[in-house]
């Protein structure tokens, strides 16, 4: 079933230190991975995604790394800004007939 | 591309009405959208998969008469939540599948908050 969360982990962060939001996944069967942002009032966004015959991939200051040996994921994000700060979720999917499982989500504060 | 709006974006209500919740697909034609709820602090609950043209699949403790969903066009689903309660009062989002990609990447919409009285 769905992860769903009692109380949310919180990271804080310097300016401009990188941060690494890490998350544990279910369903080894998973095949594909994203992370979403979710600022405080509004709908999730899209940041990156894996498949699981990747173990590491970037974007623009992002990089997400898949361990399928321990069922891991993880965000760095590089430089962090005050505008980073929000909710970040994984979500696994591939074998749930399109529906994605979402992780319990991670609290990134950043302070200036 | 890949814009999903949702209107409205907050609704308050008396209790024992009922509420009705758009979810469009901008850019895209949407064959498949999701409903979701989310409490403070706690992550996004699949509530149920909503499929054009057929009945939506609830999940497991879902009631769906209370929540009603109709996916009439390829761009257009509602969530109708009926007699709805206090314990109705929460983050209600959508999302849906671009159909070109061969992911199940989900693109959400801004979120509704209801809030029953």
């Known amino acids: 079933g769905e992860s769903v969360g009692l109380h949310l982990p919180t990271l804080s962060v310097q300016e401009g230190d990188n941060s690494i939001i890490n998350c544990a996944y279910s369903n080894s069967a998973s095949d594909y991975f994203i992370w979403y942002k979710q600022e405080s009032g509004k709908g999730p966004q899209f940041i990156i995604d894996?498949?699981?015959?990747?173990d590491k991939r970037q974007g623009q200051r992002v990089t997400v790394l898949l361990n399928k040996t321990v069922k891991h994921l993880s965000l760095q994000i590089a430089a962090t800004q005050p505008g980073d700060s929000a909710v970040y979720f994984c979500a696994e999917g591939g074998n749930q007939g399109g529906k994605l499982i979402f992780g319990q989500g991670t609290e990134l504060s950043v302070k200036p | 591309g890949a814009v999903v709006s949702q209107h409205p974006s907050r609704v308050i209500c008396k209790s024992g009405t009922s509420v009705k919740i758009e979810c469009r697909s901008l850019d895209f034609q949407a064959t498949t959208m999701f409903w979701y709820r989310q409490f403070p602090k706690q992550s996004l609950m699949l509530m149920a998969t909503s499929n054009e043209g057929s009945k939506a699949t609830y999940e497991q403790g879902v009631e769906k008469d209370k929540f009603l969903i109709n996916h009439a066009s390829l761009t257009l689903s509602t969530l109708t939540v009926t007699s709805a309660h206090p314990e109705d009062s929460s983050f209600y989002i959508c999302?849906?599948?671009?159909?070109?990609?061969?992911?199940?990447?989900?693109?959400f919409g801004p979120g509704t908050r209801l809030t029953v009285l």
């Open positions: 999302s849906a599948r671009d159909p070109p990609s061969t992911a199940d990447t989900q693109y």
């Open positions: 894996i498949r699981s015959n990747m």
